[in-house]
């Protein structure tokens, strides 16, 4: 038997029928076409599925859809500003912080969450905060870098040789 | 910086605001609205089994089911390089997960229902899980039919045994090095199965519709070889190559993984049973790490006969590789790693033996590195050892014997311009060599380790790349290309490369993934090969573009022609400084002549690369007289690490690896791959590992027990060094890099456990626990 839930989506108010064992993560991309958070294991091991529920990130495939009921979910499409990029993704963008991309909407997430509960974060803080969001592209350091950098605890740039 | 504008800086990655916004569409991203079928595989329990009957009476009955196929459907043998595989298993099964059958159904849950009630018998048979018990005179034949396969002319299958193929070297005389020898060091490494671990798993949605033409969407590190391979599969259905399509989305992460043909032939095959609806395959975590290509294990045995000041005399590597249950596209790991298993080095007497070994384990496949990771690891331990019993410096003993421009090959050509020892004497200063650091915490033990490595890309001598490239009205381009972008930054490098011939910003030129029908041949994206392979046939489509353009101005304006050249988006010339023509004003629409006619026209240009010196054939007793190998790459990486002299467990203050990429393209996206490439490396000796039961199950399908690294493993500082002596063939001297960065990452913690402890470990992984144990047992 599916319910009714009423959630606000980045920014906007949505009403949905889910099934009861239906996942946040199925509701979103399945639901509502909201594709940006990814499947990458189904078990909450990998963080590509991270959205924000009321500021706080959470695993998607490991939320049901009926819990969102009455909340806030943003997910990477809700972070850009007015279209443009957001200082962490405009970061992410000049240090190459993403290589294949698909970890990307749910590590900027995790980030995002991190930055926002701490504003200078150090390097360990950094790492610890994105621990649950794997990698297998970058090696992790321009990561890290990026989010420093938006921090502006380490200062712009990383680009050798810009055109 | 040799005047270029565009090579050789670090451009904005062109695929970067779309991967950073969510834009970037992946397979399973992409919509097919209400009439998708999904597909639900039906698995063998067992690593080893005769079918002997199956029943899906019970599965047809539930409702949303469309169908049941098996291995009836599909009585064909495909593969890459040698044709020893099946869309589903036939009288057979010859690894645990391996597919039986499919329930396609409209909803995944009603698929997933359903394939629990299909009912398979089999009649257990005993399974060969290892090398050893599959090479013994009695073994049980994994496949009996091994004789009749249809394969590439490069292997030497051995009929009635378990080698699928049999690679020898012999170079020299390795008896009479060995008699030369003033001491020979024997020793053996094993190295276990590995998993690529991209994030994205594997998905393919595949659509037979009614005019009988077949579109396959997948995550695919090779769309034209796919559809070649699906041809071939499904020839005997009449489908012809210009009825196939793949289309090729955003891909997440391939590493080797999504090379070649695994599950995809399921999504291609499904579909022609199907008629009319798109169904989908798309893996699950668990079946991601047990039904694709996994790294393989080997065993190495070797032999260096060695002189007492350090000279190499003679080489014997043996190397026995567990292939898995099919080796279509592993065998020529296998292949790839014995021509080239003496590592970088000048020898003069080479034998080696590369041993492909069926076996009841999943099958194996390209991962980044393609073999040389895995011999790479014994022979760069081994050699550390050699050097040490010397009382030679490591470091100086790899000096003395690194290979250089010109010297000979294992297979007999000539090494191409090789920057080996600028790159071990930069990475040696750079680490400190030498010089031993103790530390403040008596539990702590700090060591040092060197490696070089080597890689050339393996691929058919004809493996070729082609490209268009458009020009729009606004004097923007596409370009055309079908290798792809799979982190890499493959898209960005062919834009800079169209960008510094036509002297058109990036920014201004679109480079997107493939669609078999629109974009010309390309390979595979594979071997770290097509920045260089690609490349060359971008460059050469924008030759093309530029020739075109500087004769139609000529003919058009009366310029004389070797006085044009292209510089900020306009025709210029030499001799008239005040020309100036913008490409926009005419890459389209053409120039107007007087009389108000047009000369010109939209200009397209054409591109094509295939490797025209290279050959496979040569004596299959000694690999002499072929050129299998485009080019090696070569460099040295070391690192310094801190060991807790308890707990075993290691932390990373620096790493650093030197390459001799030949010319840097963009610095910040080469830096990105020995970045991740040395991380990705170093979580193969630290902590990844497959592991398997007796029964061939595997253990540890999943992130919780197959540990792959997080943002806490990364090390506290890689430094990336990059030596350019230019491969004459390569774009503006580019040779590949993708892969290398992770091959040494083994060896270099091998040889620092040694040196922090005294302690030689050989095999892998180098968990802390192995490491607590052996400091135990010392």
Redesign the interface.
Known sequence: MKKRIRFVLNGEKRAIDVAPQETLLEAL?DGL?V??P??????G??G?CTVMIDGRTVRSCLVLGVEVDGAVVT???GV?ENGE?SPL?QA???R?A????????GM?MSATELLARNEQPTREE???G???????????????DAVLETAGVVPKG?????? | ?SGH??I??????V????????A???V??L?FGPGLLHAVIIESPHAYAKIRKIDFAKALDVEGVVKVVTGKEFPYRFGLYMHDRYVFAQDHVRFVGEQVAAVIARTPAVAKKAAGLVKVEYEVLKPVLDVETALKEDARLIHPELGNYHHVPWFFPKKDTNIAHFRKVRKGDAEQGFREADHVFEDTYTVPRYA??????HGAIGLFDHSRRLTVWAASQSPHTQRHLFAEALAPLGLKHKDIRVIAP??????GGKAGVSMEILAAALATTVQGSPVKVHW??EQEFYNTYQRQGVVAKMRVGVKNDGTITALEQKLYWDAGAYVEYGANVVNAAGLSASGPYRIPNVHIDSVCVYTNLPPGGPYRGFGYSEFLFGLESHFNEVAKKLGIDPVEFRRKNAICTGDVLNYGGKMNPSGLLECIDKVAREIDWGKKRVSADPRKAIGKGFALFWKAPAMPPNASSTAFLKFNEDGSLNILVSAME????FLTVMAQIAAEVLSV??EKIRVETPDTDRNPYEWQTVASHITWGTGNAVKKAAIDAREQILDIVSSALGQPRESLYLDDEQVRSRSDAGFALPLRDFVINGIMMKDGTFRGGPIIGRGMFMPEFASALSDPETSQGGKPNVHYTVGASAIEIEVDRETGKITIPKVVLGVDCGKVLN???L??QV??????GLATVLYEDMRFDEKGRLLNP???DYK???????PEE?VSIFVEHEQPDGPFGARGVGEHTMIPAAPIIANAIEDALGIRIRSMPITAEKIALAIKDS
Request: charged share 25%; glycine share 14%; net charge neutral.
């Open positions: 991309r076409g594709k940006s990814k499947c990458g294991c189904d078990r091991d990998c590509t997910t990477l499409e850009m990029l993704q992410f963008l000049d190459n993403f290589q294949c991309g698909f970890c990307a909407p900027i950094v790492q610890e994105l621990a649950g969001n794997l990698c297998r592209c970058t090696g992790y350091s321009p990561i890290i990383g680009r050798d040789e810009r055109p | 910086m504008k565009f050789g800086k670090s451009v904005v990655r695929d970067g605001k779309a991967k950073l916004t969510g970037a569409a992946f399973d991203d919509e690529h671990c991209s994030i994205e798993t955003s891909v997440g992460g391939g590493f699950t975590r799979i982190g890499q930054g910003p990036p610095p910040d996206l830096k990105g970045t991740g490439g040395m991380v990705q999943n992130f919780t792959i690294p997080t943002a806490l493993d990364t890689i």
